[in-house]
């Protein structure tokens, strides 16, 4: 935490308490940085004043227990929970953020991280290859508990993705920054292409979809999983076409783009957050559909590490020609500005 914040662990939970021995737990999935799990308490005894316990109590109801990764080399979650809560939330509507909040996870060495340790090892032949063998960061001392937006029944429709650029920087003509991005990858390792069976979609399509089908066929290929069924292929075409989130992503991610040089910080974890997605059954009825839509993973970038290596990358893509689709040999790329220019 930066000097000038005060910082109380006085109201955090500290889920140690909650007897950990008895919790059933499940690995959800990783990123990077950051490890997911669900948390299942026992059933409670029936109360002997004879009510029944309703799990209302329950803290893990509804959520998910998000923990740091070892080597990762972010920020302290204290740090990541403040700075969302002073920077991330005036941004946008309460019901757009998936809701988070700080719980300790005891005294080191933390019976809760060996647990979720012993899982891990469990899991290990079911995760991402590249991540198989990292643990939970061994002496952490907290966790979140993020809203949980997985689905809650079988005929939901739970989707996610990672938005990244919506919208080009003005000196971008022919590829958007995500797209000469990629063709820089590839440019450095062309193995890099075979590694997107899809082709790379393009951001600016998340937006142009409302009108284009071109666009909306491009995105609806990159994030509509295959088990889906038509009608929640329905619903979410409704959503691509009408949602507001992503406009107004798009909007402050311009109120702070990296070139501004004002708040690379922000800039930054705008731009790498990730979009959860559940559209509910209609088993009520066609007009009974319920969506909801939260950003979450708006962790607090370290900049100040990050500087040298984003202006370097800058000055890659600049000179190297990927904006401009001047590279050569010239990758192949599929971005909404070059297909612009062809019509
Ligand atoms: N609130 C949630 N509801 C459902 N699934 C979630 C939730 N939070 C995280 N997950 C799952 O866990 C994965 C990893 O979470 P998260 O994005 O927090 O990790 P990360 O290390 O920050 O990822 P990245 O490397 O992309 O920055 C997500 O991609 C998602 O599949
Ligand atoms: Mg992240
Ligand atoms: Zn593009």
Redesign the pocket.
Known sequence: MSQSTSFSSDHIPDISDFSPERWTIKF?????????FEVRLPPSPPSTTGSRSNGSNDIFQG??L?VP?AG?K?FPYPELQQYWESTITPLFPPENL?Q?QLVKLGHSPSKVVALLNDILIREESGRRKDFRGTRVLPDAQYGML?????SQNPSDL?V?F?PKWLSPSPSQHTRCRNCAREAYRDHLDPSHHKAHRLGILCPLDFIACRDSLESLDNVLKHILPASSSPSQRTRLIHWLKTNTLLPALQKVQSEHDPSLGVNLELAMTLR?C?L?LRISSPEEGPGKVRVDA?L??L?KKNAAKKKHHWEWLERNLVEGGFYGGKETPREKTYCLLERSKRN
């Open positions: 959800v999935n990783e990123g990077a940085a950051n490890l997911v959520n998910l998000r990764k990762a972010t998936a988070h993020i809203e949980d937006m997985r739970f996610e990672k790498d990730s959860f939260k979450a993973d962790d």
